[in-house]
């Protein structure tokens, strides 16, 4: 799909978590509601609470907030979180420009990437396009996995 808005993404400050909040009580309300735990209050408190400005990037599209991915590490891999995109730049190919944008880091580093989605969430299908396997799942969470792709040798210059 080609993309057809300019965008980019830039390092978040602490001054972004409230926009980061709203977004994401307005991105995660339907399934949260589909899941019956929307909570207004709680589904902003608890982007607020592990908002760490240090490892999230914020996208823009057209130079506006239209989202935002944060990369977290945990041992031997790295958690995808906070990876959300407002609904009316949805499905132009930005999140998949963004997500291959962070796995090529990751697998430049060797190491895996975990993730939590919730069930039903349309995202599912994103994240298992970009090699995401499912580790386990509960009625709410599905929680997944991508390996690091294989490191590709640079071609050797012919010997003389």
Excluded: K
Aim: net charge positive.
């Amino acid at each position: 799909m080609a993309i057809t808005a300019d965008w980019r993404t830039r390092p978040a400050s602490d001054a972004d978590v409230e926009a980061v909040a709203e977004l994401r009580a307005v991105v995660l309300r339907d399934d949260l509601e589909r899941l019956g735990r929307y909570d207004a209050r709680r589904v902003r408190q608890r982007l607020r609470d592990g908002f760490d400005a240090a490892r999230t990037r914020v996208i823009e599209v057209e130079g506006a907030f239209a989202g935002c991915v944060a990369l977290r590490p945990a041992g031997d891999a790295r958690w995808l979180e906070h990876f959300y995109l407002a609904p009316h730049v949805q499905g132009v190919g930005i999140g998949s420009a963004v997500l291959r944008e962070v796995l090529e880091r990751c697998d430049r580093d060797g190491v895996p990437v975990r993730l939590n989605v919730l069930q039903g969430s349309a995202a599912r299908r994103l994240y298992e396009r970009h090699g995401f396997l499912v580790e386990t799942e509960d009625p709410v969470d599905v929680f997944m996995v991508r390996p690091p792709a294989p490191r590709v040798p640079s071609p050797r210059p012919p010997s003389r």
